[in-house]
């Protein structure tokens, strides 16, 4: 379920409204994701977006009306409805949302979605008063209720000076909510199980050992494999927030719990990452609070058990299996000792130092390292950075798959 975007024929409706702006990056995001995207417009979105725009980046002639598509030898409307895999209208004004819902179909972009036999998705967006009127709610529950996507609008400044609801949701969000709907249902959901988070380890009921990972880098990782139709289990010692798209959630404290919950949940899975920051030592708790005394405090502590290597034991060896490592010094040699002694497919590796710590941030900067291969992800978010591990891990169970149907 990679790539999914790649290849895809999308139509893009946009409406006139100041969110046309937000169209653009709409659009450029769709183009950089591989999708062949065609943009339909209505005249009045041209008063805040020109057709230059459009067609430069889509690398496709801006569709108007019906005399705008000569080349078509297929009726135009007819065509971009049925041979399209998407619809997608951001921004969607209450006049469209109203006439797609009546079924009035006046010029291109409402007579093709009239035609349409592929999802529709819609994005609205203007006033609040607009948005909250009976007549558009109404219409909004009337589209979901046939079957078409219909998004909730943003809360927010609006182009009015207003501040209240009626934004048109942020491209990416759109994107995100539009990956399900491109899926080939056909194909065989990957299992994935995800670890995140930083463990703790309890001296006694009030301190304990930890580590500064949120797990936001696990749980972006998990809610992108989700929206690629695949079923994700993420097992979470910390998380910056609850998970979206149907992603199961296991809590877990300490190293020990999260062992035996790998080990437990690993049954029948295709890929395994362990973004994880688990304690490398621990030791048994104190039933009561360990008392402040003029001298110092020693304390013995144990090793807990090595999750990725103690997998090996019980994993099936098909799993696409990836690591992270977090250094402070020789940071691609320890990663590639870590590689070939844990038997993974790819390792995230990242630099602790003065100038940048990950652990907390919204940003990271990543070498992912596998045996022929070396790649740099430069400073970005953490979001980007989840998106491009999944595309990587998407290409090792591809070539993995293809090793095994040889091997037959």
């Known amino acids: 379920m990679f790539g999914v975007l ?30 062949d995207v065609s943009v339909v417009a209505t005249e009045n979105a041209l008063h805040f977006v020109g057709r230059a725009t459009f067609e430069s980046l889509s690398k496709n002639k801006l569709l108007v009306s019906v005399f705008d598509v000569e080349e078509y030898d297929k009726i135009a409307h ?43 998705l819609i994005a609205p967006a203007m006033n609040s008063v607009m948005y909250l009127n009976l007549a558009t709610q ?10 078409f996507s219909v998004l909730s609008a943003g809360e927010g400044e609006l182009a009015c000076d207003d501040v209240g609801i009626g934004r048109m949701e942020e491209p990416q969000s759109i994107v995100n909510a539009l990956l399900p709907l491109v899926v080939d249902s056909k194909k065989e959901p990957q299992r994935w199980l995800i670890t995140a988070g930083a463990t703790k380890e309890f001296l006694d009921p009030i301190r304990y050992l930890t580590n500064g990972s949120s797990g936001l880098t696990g749980l972006l990782i998990a809610e992108y494999a989700a929206l690629m139709g695949d079923e994700v289990t993420l097992i979470a010692a910390s998380l910056p927030r609850l998970p979206r798209f149907g992603v199961k959630v296991i809590s877990v404290v300490s190293a020990s719990g999260m062992a035996e919950s790998v080990k437990n949940n690993s ?108 790649h740099i992800v430069p400073m970005q978010h953490k979001e980007s950075i989840a998106k491009e591990i999944v595309m ?17």
């Open 6 to 35: 790649k290849n895809k024929k999308i139509v893009l409706g946009v409406t006139g409204g100041v969110a046309c702006y937000k169209s653009v990056f709409l659009l450029r995001l769709l183009v950089k994701a591989g999708a």
């Open 78 to 120: 007819i065509s971009l409805a049925q041979e399209s895999d998407l619809i997608v209208i951001a921004p969607a004004s209450a006049n469209t949302i109203a006439k797609i819902a009546n079924g009035i179909a006046d010029n291109l972009l409402t007579s093709m979605v009239l035609a349409a036999t592929v999802p529709v």
């Open 138 to 147: 109404k219409n909004r529950e009337t589209l979901i209720s046939r079957g």
């Open 267 to 374: 049954k029948d899975i295709s890929i395994f990452v362990m973004s994880a920051a688990v304690a490398d030592y621990s030791l048994p708790p104190q039933k009561t609070k360990i008392k402040k005394g003029e001298a110092g405090l020693s304390l013995e502590l144990s090793r807990t058990e090595d999750i990725l290597l103690h997998s090996l034991s019980y994993m099936d060896k098909s799993v696409v299996r990836v690591g992270f490592a977090a250094e402070t010094e020789n940071l691609e040699q320890n990663a590639l000792m870590k590689l070939e002694k844990k038997s993974l497919d790819l390792i995230c590796a990242n630099k602790i130092d003065a100038e940048h710590n990950p652990f907390g941030a919204s940003t990271n900067k990543m070498v992912l390292l596998s045996k022929n291969s070396r």
């Open 392 to 408: 990587h891990i998407g290409t090792l169970v591809e070539k993995k798959e293809m090793r095994g149907v040889n091997d037959e």
